[in-house]
């Protein structure tokens, strides 16, 4: 492996020390390992100190594993203190993928087991136990199978929840390469996958795509996704050193303002499901994201020297949405307003409720307004191509279900509806404050993910609608239909843009640069 560093040469010293004092440890002590904590532990899952590396003791059985786990984290580190070290090498990422009281999963073929050192295989089951793991009648805060040859070892969970919370919410068996840790969360298990970000990106890209992506999307959505998921770690990893608190819930006695991002996660990096990126281990994987995988290794889209936090959502419906109308107040200039058109500096201004009014109740043209089936299918999986409606749609709802559905999803007896008023849109038209008014309560709710969760029993396809009510002579609406435009949060890449723009012939950079207005692409490692 070659290194070229232009500052300094401490990083190589480092790996030089810390390897010879591992060998030193491992050469005393022949049963290193058995029953002692590990050395080596990823930091930015819990309590960062440091950006991708820290020493704590937990349990090193498989010296090769581990320092497999070991190089790829001081590259990492190398690479993010600016050290231009040229490297294959990639950081390790631990995904969140199952939750529950019991978990069966399958080892294909051999796995070390961490608590004893024993090679594992076939059929396993894990349970939830006063507050620790239950594994072969043994109590354990936590466990860790390692496969013993990284590239034809996997292992299989059963019973995988997918699209959590949306209309398309369903069951599957998924296989999974890399590390099997399991832990315990909320009186549960939490099932995590250790995998490098490149083969981690393979999955994600093949869950999000179709097999049939052309290869300038499929670039194009390696870049995102890879940087994406960077950019949360080192976000994570700043609010650690913050001394105030992180908020993302805001409510008074007629207020709830509320954002959903993954620092909901606080014991791995990312969730497998959509409230992060749709991860389906090797379940769905095809060599065209192996190929764009390859041709954009490492490289990340960055704005004034950091790493862009990347988002994309399905529809954009026309106007991408402004990053701090979905989450934190804080502007990002590379997810600015833009028409998803060739001529994008031309539209009304959407904060408007007139101008959204209008906006919403006619089809623009835009990339992603397409019904073109050969394109949609590169961006839609099966089951997302159960939607069929996605850039305009309409829901009706009697008062009678609107009514039971919003006590449902908010707890709270709002009585018969007698309106939805629009407080505050943002650049795209959506909703980013919605005032209920009910017969028994009245309140305001954001930002768009609380308004979708509130007005569907999943999620509303976005919160760009507008409201007809349906009068009746007391005074309390029959019914109420939302019109409503975009699939998604609208923010940064719109997919199904994406998929057109890459069918009329851009290269994934120009894609890329449409979406994220001032972004570079810069290779990290």
Not at 26 to 39: A, D, I, V
Not at 64 to 88: A, E, P, R
Not at 243 to 270: A, C, G, M, N, P
Request: with cysteine.
């Amino acid at each position: 492996m070659q290194y070229h560093i232009k500052k300094n040469q401490n990083a190589l010293i480092m790996v030089f020390l810390l390897t010879h004092h591992i060998l030193l440890i491992r050469q005393k002590n022949k049963n290193f390992g058995k029953n002692e904590p590990s050395l080596f532990q990823k930091s930015y899952s819990t309590n960062r100190k440091t950006s991708f590396f820290s020493c704590k003791r937990r349990n090193i059985r498989n010296s090769t594993s581990k320092f497999y786990h070991l190089s790829l984290k001081i590259g990492y580190l190398c690479s993010s203190n600016s050290l231009q070290i040229s490297t294959m090498n990639e950081p390790i990422v631990n995904v969140g993928i199952l939750f529950e009281p019991s978990v069966s999963f399958i080892l294909h073929d051999n796995f070390s087991f961490s608590a004893t050192g024993d090679i594992l295989s076939d059929r396993q089951i894990a349970q939830y136990c006063d507050g620790k793991v239950l594994f072969n009648n043994q109590l354990y805060n936590e466990i860790v199978f390692t496969p013993q040859n990284r590239d034809s070892d996997y292992f299989e969970l059963e019973d995988v929840v997918i699209g959590i919370n949306f209309h398309w919410e369903r069951k599957e068996n998924q296989r999974f390469k890399g590390g099997l840790k399991l832990i315990v969360e909320n009186e549960k298990l939490t099932v995590i996958n250790q995998i490098g970000v490149e083969s981690y990106l393979t999955s994600v890209i093949s869950s999000e795509m179709s097999a049939t992506s052309s290869p300038e999307l499929l670039k194009a959505h390696a870049v995102i996704s890879r940087s994406w998921l960077l950019a949360q770690i080192e976000k994570t990893n700043n609010l650690s050193h913050q001394t105030t608190h992180y908020q993302s819930i805001f409510q008074t006695e007629d207020s709830l303002v509320k954002w959903y991002d993954r620092e909901d996660h606080t014991l791995f990096d990312v969730c497998a499901d959509d409230h992060c990126q749709r991860y389906q281990g090797i379940t769905r994987q095809n060599k065209a994201v192996e190929v764009a995988i390859a041709a954009t290794w490492g490289k990340l889209l960055e704005y004034d020297g950091k790493i862009c936090d990347a988002r994309f959502s399905k529809s954009c419906g026309g106007v991408t949405e402004k990053f701090e109308s979905c989450w934190e107040p804080i502007h990002h200039d590379y997810l600015t307003v833009l028409r998803d058109a060739k001529d994008s500096d031309i539209f009304d201004d959407l904060t408007v409720e007139a101008n959204a009014e209008k906006w919403i109740r006619t089809s623009p043209s835009a990339f992603c307004n397409t019904h073109d089936k050969h394109v949609l299918s590169q961006v839609l999986n099966d089951y997302d191509q159960e939607t069929t409606d996605f850039y305009r749609w309409q829901v009706v709802y009697p008062q009678e279900e609107l009514a039971e559905l919003i006590y449902k999803r908010t707890g709270i007896d709002f009585g018969d509806i007698i309106d939805l008023i629009p407080i505050e849109r943002g650049s795209s038209g959506r909703l980013i404050r919605l005032k209920i008014v009910g017969s028994n309560r009245t309140m305001t709710i954001g930002k768009e993910l609380e308004i979708r969760k509130t007005l569907s029993t999943s999620h509303l396809y976005s919160s760009a609608f507008i409201v007809d009510k349906e009068e009746s002579d007391n005074g309390i609406p029959l019914s109420f239909t939302l019109t409503g435009a975009g699939w998604g949060h609208g923010v940064g890449l719109c997919q199904i843009g994406a998929a057109v723009m890459s069918d009329k012939g851009y290269r994934f950079d120009k894609i890329l640069f449409h979406y994220f207005k001032g972004a570079q692409l810069v290779k990290r490692y």
